[in-house]
């Protein structure tokens, strides 16, 4: 599969496990189970796609800014999961941060797929996206 194949697949993960944890409700061990999968996967993939995807593109004249703007969204993504953590789960604010960072993460994933990879596909060669995607590979299933 693709890097970019690759990369769609798992922002498909992260968006479908957003939906379901904006359908629980309050303290309960549903919402807590699926927030806890949500942020492994949103961290363990900023984390990956930075290696894999971002470095490369900051070593490239045409691609670097959209990569540094790429990863400050990771940055406000991970600051949302950090606020989130220290939020009851009951607590209205848990629900109005979660929506936050649905946006936020739905926002980054769509310009990803919009432009991004795009970008990257002009000036990355095929037998390094190759290259690429088995690292960013490698990097998930070590973290999950």
Not at 43 to 55: C, I
């Amino acid at each position: 599969m693709t890097l970019f194949k690759t990369l769609i697949k798992d922002h498909d993960t992260q968006r479908d496990l957003l939906e379901r944890l904006m359908q629980t409700r309050g303290d309960s061990e549903e919402r807590e189970t699926l927030f806890k999968k949500a942020r492994l996967e949103l961290v363990s993939h900023a984390a990956a796609e930075e290696r894999a995807l971002y470095v490369p593109m900051m070593e490239i004249d045409e691609t670097q800014e959209q990569a540094r703007h790429s990863v400050a969204e990771h940055n406000q993504i991970d600051e949302l999961i950090e606020k989130l953590e220290g939020i009851d789960f009951d607590a209205a604010e848990w629900l109005t941060t979660a929506e936050k960072l649905q946006k936020a993460v739905t926002h980054h994933l769509d310009e990803e797929e919009e432009t991004v990879f795009q970008m990257a596909d002009k000036v990355i060669e095929d037998h390094r996206q190759a290259e690429l995607a088995r690292l960013y590979r490698e990097e998930m299933d070590d973290a999950r």
